[in-house]
């Protein structure tokens, strides 16, 4: 049975939404993911200011 990712603290900067949510582990990483049409970029960081960082610093390839 697959694990209900359950996301808070969410906030968008451009096109990139940042949720936190607790891993299989209970870790708490911080998602980025792209909200741009046929972009599919998303990453978990460890840290909130380096997933801020990388939204602020994500440039879409799709235009």
């Known amino acids: 049975m697959p694990?209900?990712?359950?996301?808070?603290?969410?906030?968008?900067?451009?096109?990139?939404?940042?949720g936190t949510h607790?891993?299989?582990?209970?870790?708490?990483?911080?998602?980025?993911v792209c909200t741009a049409d046929r972009c599919g970029w998303s990453s978990d960081y460890s840290s909130q200011s380096a997933a801020q960082l990388a939204a602020r610093t994500h440039r879409c390839k799709v235009r």
């Open 3 to 18: 694990a209900h990712n359950h996301f808070h603290s969410v906030m968008q900067i451009g096109p990139v939404q940042i």
């Open 22 to 32: 607790r891993d299989r582990r209970g870790r708490t990483k911080h998602a980025a």
